[in-house]
């Protein structure tokens, strides 16, 4: 646990250790079946940022029984039992408590090689980072709650909040020489790949304009319709970050939005970048893309261009 993971890792033997991870959230979308399968999708990417396979589940459950229409608790677990057995993760069981708000994730046990573990501390001057899904997730929902963002933008962020880290995964471990993963989630791109560069005694050079995000995003942080804690993200990490003169503003907020069941952040050298690129477009991981190099100095600031 001691960099900054956001999973545990035991060793069992000497060829097999677990993974364990738990995460549970409120709802962010007005669907329960829907929302029930980001929260999974959600809790499932720490294991897949550290290169393990998800096994097995157990729900954790808050829900206003006395108050609220059994049926929808009914769809949250539909949601996320459907989204487990597209993971191939067996649900084994679970926990629920009464509360005044719904509440619903998971806590997830996985597997892998002792020594076939990822860190987030292992990136090293040169390599080329990709990220594999696009940003904007934090800013669709705020847009959503004030009742501006048109229906296919919604349906663009729940399908990028759903779609399972699990195949670039795959790809990823298929890889003998990736230095650094982690899941871009609530601390936003930047906030992660700053625990990435400092994890790892690097700094990073981020070309902004390959970082992929919803083009209509724009429009809402320019009338400055954006989540708090993309603020308070921004406000933690500011003196961390170098803009260049061509970066406009509105664009490093997008970079500091915090992300529901976001992307992985990868670092591996330039060539087997590329490799891992095309094969991730082949797989139909559309939206990724190199987003920019690891540098040796300075240490822990990230340049965006
Ligand atoms: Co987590
Ligand atoms: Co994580």
């Not at 999708?41 to 157990?58: E, F, H, K, Q, V």
């Not at 195949?167 to 471990?173: F, I, S």
């Not at 298929?174 to 690097?202: I, N, W």
């Not at 954006?226 to 170098?242: C, D, H, S, V, Y």
């Amino acid at each position: 646990m001691e960099h900054a993971e956001d999973a545990g890792v035991y060793r069992l033997r000497d060829d097999l250790a677990i993974i364990q991870t738990v995460d549970f959230f409120t709802p962010i979308v007005d669907d329960p079946h829907t929302f029930g399968r980001i929260a999974v999708t959600n809790a499932l990417s720490d294991i897949y940022a550290m290169g393990g396979r998800p096994i097995t589940a157990m729900n954790i459950v808050c829900f206003p029984i006395r108050t609220m229409d059994v049926k929808i608790l009914r769809e949250i677990l539909r949601g996320g039992l459907d989204q487990m057995r597209e993971a191939g993760v067996l649900l084994i069981g679970g926990h629920s408590v009464e509360d005044n708000e719904p509440k619903y994730g998971l806590s997830v046990t996985g597997v892998i090689h002792p020594e076939r573990i990822l860190f987030n501390n292992g990136a090293r001057p040169g390599d080329r980072l990709i990220l594999t899904k696009p940003l904007g997730t934090g800013i669709v929902s705020t847009a959503l709650k004030a009742g501006v963002a048109d229906a296919a933008l919604v349906a663009r962020s729940v399908a990028a909040m759903t779609t399972l880290n699990k195949r670039a995964a795959e790809l990823m471990a298929e890889r003998v020489d990736v230095h650094a993963c982690t899941d871009v989630t609530g601390f936003g791109f930047l906030g992660h790949a700053l625990e990435m560069a400092e994890g790892s005694g690097v700094g990073m050079r981020i070309d902004a304009s390959s970082v992929p995000f919803f083009p209509e995003i724009r429009r809402f942080v320019e009338e400055e319709m954006i989540p708090g804690g993309l603020i308070r993200n921004r406000q933690f990490r500011e003196k961390q970050i170098a803009v260049g003169p061509g970066c406009p503003n509105w664009l490093i907020d997008v970079l500091f939005d915090p992300q529901t069941a976001g992307g992985l952040l990868i670092a591996l050298p330039p060539d087997s970048a590329k490799s891992l690129l095309n094969g991730m477009r082949e797989a139909g991981i559309d939206e990724a893309a190199i987003v920019g190099e690891v540098t040796a100095a300075p240490k822990g600031i990230i340049r965006v261009e």
